[in-house]
C-alpha cells in the first residue's frame, strides 16, 4: 500500500497569491506551474491547492459554482491538464481543496432548489419554515457573523448557511446530493490528482431535529457570532463518519490517494475522524499549533496529548499556519518562527507547510479599502483579518516581488526587499535555507520520518525531544525563548554529534548530557542508537 504521505511534507498554496502569469495583479496556474521549481528545490513532496473552480469569489473560491470547471481568473482546464502533469514530472503529487458543505449561490443547483417548493432539487439544500414567531427556525449563527438563516421571500422558507449567505449548505442526508458530489471527487481522480482536502468535514450533517445549540457560558461581546453558542448540534454529528466513510470508499479505489480534513476540533474529538480503519480521512488536519501558547512546557503536553490519542492505524500530522490563520511568524516574531520551523518538521507524521512561511512573511497591515476578506468584512471588530496570512509571495527584488507586473490584488510586505526567494536563497543563515535543509535533513533521516517520538525535556525555555527507529536515534532540542538556556540530556546524548543547527557552531552536549542553548536556537543531534529506549 502506498502512503507516500508517510515520508512527505506538504505544501500549501493560496492560488490567487502564488504567482501571476497574465498580469492581473492576481495569481494564476499559469503562474503555479512556472514556480514548480521552487516547490520541487524546497523539498516538499506535495502541494495542496486552495480552490481553483469557479466561483463568484464571495468567499475567494470557497464558493464554487462548478465543481468541475477551472474559474477564468485561474486559467483554464488545458492549464490544469499542464500543471498537473508537469507537478507529476516533478516528482511531487497534486491535491485539490473539495468544499462538500455548501456550493455558490450561483450553483445551477441552487438556483433551481430555490425557485420553488415543488423543484426536484429543493430538498438538495436545508429549507426550513420559519418558526412560530417567524423569525429563523433556530439559533444556529454562521461562521462569518449573524443568523446563519436567510429568509426566502419567494418561497416563505429559510435556508441554511454556516457561511456567508451565498453559501447555502447541501444536504448531504439527501442520496442525491452524496452521489453526485462524490461523483465530482471521481472525476478529478481520474483526471490524475493525488487526493483531496476536505473543507470543513465535521460540518456536513447536522442534527435531524435542529434543536437549539446551548448557549456558550465563555462568550463575550467582541467574540465571533459564532462562539454565542455551543456547537452541538450544528457540527460534529455521529452521522458524519458515514458521509466521510463513503469519501474514503471513493479515494480508495484508487491507488495512492490521501483524503485530508479539515476539521477544527479539540483532540479528542478530532481523532474520531481516523475512523474505523479504512473508513475516516487519512489525515484529519491536526491544527493544535495554529493557536497553542509559544511555551515549551504548554507544547509538550499536548504533543503528548495528540500522539496518545491518534489510533493505532492512525497516521498523525502537524500543521503551523493557513490561510485562516495568523502566519506563524506575525504570531512568535522571526527568530521564533525558525524554531517552529524545525519543530513542524521533526515532529512525528506529515507536516503541511503553508506557502510564504518558508520566507518567513510576518505581519501585514491591510489598509481598510483594501480588505476583501468576506469575515472580515461582517464582523471587523471581533475577527482576525484573514487577508493579512493571504499576501502575495515575494520571489525577487523586481519590481512586485516579482509576483505580478500589475499592484497585487493584496499588499506585499514592507520588508520585500530583503524578504524574498531570490535573496533568502544567497544568505545560508536565512530561514528559506533553513526550511530546505531541514527538508533535506527529514529526507535522510528515517528516524524523522517514521521514528517513535519521545519527550526528552520540558522547562520554561527548552523543549527537547528523540525520535528513534531500531538503527538510529535523534535528538531535537528547541530554545524557544530568547534567553539562553542549559539542558541536561540523558546519557544516550552525551557527547553526541550535532547534525544541525538554526545558528552556526552548536556546541555538542557535555559526556554526563549538559548542553547549552542559545536564544531561538534548534540543535538537532545524533544520539546512541539502541540503548535506553
Ligand atoms: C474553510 C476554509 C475557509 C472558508 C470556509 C468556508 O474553513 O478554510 O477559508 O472561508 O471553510 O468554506
Ligand atoms: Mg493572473
Not at 117 to 123: G, I, M, S
Not at 424 to 439: E, G, T, V
Request: aromatic share 10%; proline share 7%.
Amino acid at each position: 500500500m502506498t502512503r507516500w504521505w508517510h515520508d512527505e511534507a506538504i505544501y500549501q498554496i493560496y492560488p490567487r497569491s502564488f504567482q501571476d502569469s497574465d498580469g492581473d495583479g492576481v495569481g494564476d496556474l499559469e503562474g503555479i506551474r512556472r514556480r514548480l521549481p521552487h516547490i520541487a528545490e524546497l523539498g516538499v513532496g506535495a502541494i495542496w491547492l486552495s480552490p481553483i473552480f469557479l466561483s463568484p469569489m464571495r468567499d475567494y473560491g470557497y464558493d464554487i459554482a462548478d465543481y468541475r470547471a477551472i474559474d477564468p481568473l485561474f486559467g483554464d482546464m488545458e492549464d490544469f491538464d499542464r500543471l498537473l502533469e508537469e507537478t507529476h514530472a516533478q516528482g511531487l503529487k497534486l491535491l485539490l481543496d473539495f468544499v462538500p458543505n455548501h456550493t455558490s449561490d450561483e450553483h445551477e443547483w441552487f438556483k433551481e432548489s430555490a425557485k420553488s417548493r415543488e423543484n426536484p432539487r429543493r430538498d438538495w439544500y436545508i429549507w426550513k419554515d420559519p418558526a412560530p414567531d417567524g423569525g429563523p427556525p433556530n439559533n444556529w449563527q454562521s461562521n462569518f457573523g449573524g443568523s446563519a438563516w436567510e429568509w426566502d421571500e419567494a418561497t416563505g422558507q429559510y435556508y441554511y448557511h454556516a457561511f456567508l449567505k451565498s453559501q447555502p449548505d447541501l444536504n448531504w442526508r439527501n442520496p442525491a446530493v452524496r452521489s453526485a458530489m462524490l461523483d465530482h471527487l471521481r472525476f478529478w481522480l481520474d483526471k490524475g490528482v493525488d487526493g483531496f482536502r476536505v473543507d470543513v468535514i465535521w460540518h456536513l450533517i447536522k442534527d435531524a431535529q435542529f434543536r437549539d445549540n446551548p448557549p456558550n457560558p465563555d462568550w463575550h461581546p467582541g467574540r465571533p457570532d459564532i462562539d454565542r453558542y455551543l456547537q452541538t448540534h450544528s457540527a460534529d454529528q455521529p452521522e458524519v463518519h458515514g458521509v466521510i466513510a463513503e469519501m474514503r470508499a471513493v479515494i480508495d479505489a484508487y491507488p495512492g490517494r490521501l483524503l485530508i480534513g479539515e476539521i477544527y476540533l479539540p483532540i479528542e474529538r478530532l481523532v474520531t475522524y481516523y475512523g474505523e480503519a479504512g473508513e475516516g480521512v487519512h489525515l484529519p488536519f491536526n491544527f493544535q499549533l495554529l493557536s497553542a501558547a509559544w511555551e515549551p512546557q504548554h507544547l509538550a503536553a499536548l504533543i503528548d496529548e495528540y500522539e496518545e490519542a491518534v489510533p493505532g492505524h492512525g497516521w498523525p500530522n502537524w500543521v503551523l499556519s493557513n490561510h485562516d490563520q495568523p502566519r506563524i511568524a506575525a504570531r512568535v516574531g522571526e527568530a521564533q518562527a525558525k524554531v517552529a520551523a524545525m519543530l513542524l518538521l521533526t515532529l512525528r507524521g506529515t507536516p503541511t507547510l503553508y506557502y510564504g512561511d518558508e520566507i518567513g512573511i510576518g505581519q501585514v497591515e491591510i489598509p481598510a479599502d483594501r480588505i476583501h476578506d468576506p469575515w472580515a468584512k461582517q464582523e471587523p471588530d471581533t475577527s482576525f483579518n484573514r487577508d493579512k496570512a493571504r499576501t502575495p509571495m515575494q520571489w525577487s527584488e523586481a519590481e512586485h516581488a516579482g509576483f505580478s507586473t500589475q499592484e497585487p490584488w493584496l499588499p506585499l510586505t514592507d520588508d520585500r526587499a530583503g524578504r524574498n526567494v531570490a535573496a533568502l536563497a544567497r544568505d545560508n543563515s536565512s530561514i528559506l535555507c533553513l526550511y530546505r535543509a531541514l527538508l533535506g535533513l527529514r529526507r535522510q533521516e528515517e528516524a524523522l520520518r517514521t521514528g517513535s517520538y519521545r519527550l526528552l525535556c520540558a522547562d520554561e525555555s527548552v523543549l527537547a525531544y528523540e525520535r528513534c527507529t531500531a538503527e538510529s536515534r535523534i535528538g531535537v532540542v528547541l530554545n524557544m525563548t530568547d534567553r539562553p538556556a542549559e539542558i541536561v540530556l540523558p546519557d544516550r546524548f552525551g557527547g553526541a554529534e550535532v547534525l544541525f543547527g538554526i545558528l552556526p557552531g552548536a556546541d555538542r552536549p557535555s559526556g554526563d548530557g549538559r548542553l547549552s542553548v542559545r536564544p531561538g536556537d534548534g540543535i538537532i543531534l545524533r544520539g546512541k542508537a539502541g540503548e535506553g529506549s
